[in-house]
């Protein structure tokens, strides 16, 4: 199955312009939410450099976002760069949790591998990745049994419908017996 962005910046704007006046834009090195202004009169979420994962992303962080957070550049999160110790890592994933449950929900609703971001690739420590991946998947699987964000609802079933995924279920997240990375096999 082929990802471009260009598809995923098509499914997106349809869906979320003329509701949300938010669009998806394609940017450079960083990523970075902006709110409308004088120069600009949509809210735009600016993925890095094409990477189809970087738009789930970012767009993950938009579909948790409230309504003030969405006024505000970056949604006026901290952001503390690559090189974190061990206890500014933990707070980090904490408050990733979330958004990279909804990412891996988008990505699933695309067909798209997800593998979570620990983003921490020069700190002082070495992240848990399997067990900061176990916490997205258990939030993962809260979102599908209870409630999904709405707008990452409406989102999923928009990708689903362009990619062609059947819908999503619980028990296909799952941890593969051959290693400690989890998948979504729509199979199960």
Request: aromatic fraction near 12%; include cysteine.
């Amino acid at each position: 199955m082929s990802h471009n962005y260009s598809d995923l910046i098509k499914v997106f704007n349809q869906t979320f312009l003329e509701t949300y006046n938010t669009e998806l834009v394609l940017g450079g090195d960083e990523p970075i939410y902006l709110p409308a202004d004088e120069d600009h009169q949509h809210h735009r979420i600016i993925f890095a450099r094409g990477y189809f994962a970087s738009a789930l992303h970012e767009i993950a962080h938009w579909c948790i976002a409230g309504p003030k957070r969405r006024l505000l550049e970056d949604y006026g999160y901290w952001y503390e760069p690559d090189g974190r110790t061990a206890e500014v890592q933990a707070e980090f994933e904490k408050v990733e949790i979330k958004p990279q449950a909804v990412e891996w929900i988008l990505s699933a609703s695309c067909g798209f591998r997800f593998l979570v971001s620990c983003d921490n690739l020069n700190g002082n420590c070495e992240p848990d990745r399997a067990g900061f991946t176990e916490q997205v998947r258990e939030q993962v699987l809260t979102y599908l049994e209870q409630r999904t964000p709405e707008r990452a609802k409406i989102l999923s079933d928009a990708l689903r419908e362009h990619y062609q995924v059947a819908p999503l279920c619980p028990e296909s997240f799952t941890e593969p017996a051959t290693n400690k990375e989890y998948s979504y096999d729509p199979a199960i």
